[in-house]
Nanobody
């Protein structure tokens, strides 16, 4: 139903910055919330940041003050601006779309991008 494509990952030195992009195949205004997750080697997938259809934003404590999630509704794209990067930020970053449909019953859908690797190393 929804295709997501992440881009912008790469290798960056500690203290550096990267901007990740997530392009959706449908209007992000129709998506209840978009989110960025990350998964480091040997660890579980963790929520990084969310932005709802009305622009409400939340961050994980580990990235608060360093990362910024934003959106461009005209481009159906959500961004994650990452600054002051640390080695512990190294992970595969995934874009997620969560959709809630209310009809005869409540249905919830999750869609995931393929992930983009972010490596923070000197």
């Amino acid at each position: 139903q929804v295709q997501l494509m992440e881009s912008g990952g790469g290798l960056v030195q500690p203290g550096g910055s990267l901007r990740l992009s997530c392009a959706a195949s449908t209007s992000i205004s129709s998506i209840n919330y978009m989110a960025w997750y990350r998964q480091a080697p040997g660890k579980e997938r963790d929520l990084v940041a969310t932005i709802t259809y009305d622009g409400s934003i939340n961050y994980a404590d580990s990235v608060k003050g360093r990362f910024t999630i934003s959106r461009d509704t005209a481009k159906n794209t959500v961004y994650l601006q990452m600054g002051s990067l640390k080695p512990e930020d190294t992970a595969v970053y995934y874009c997620n779309a969560h959709i809630i449909v209310v009809s005869t019953a409540v249905k919830e859908y999750d869609y995931w991008g393929q992930g983009t690797q972010v490596t923070v190393s000197s």
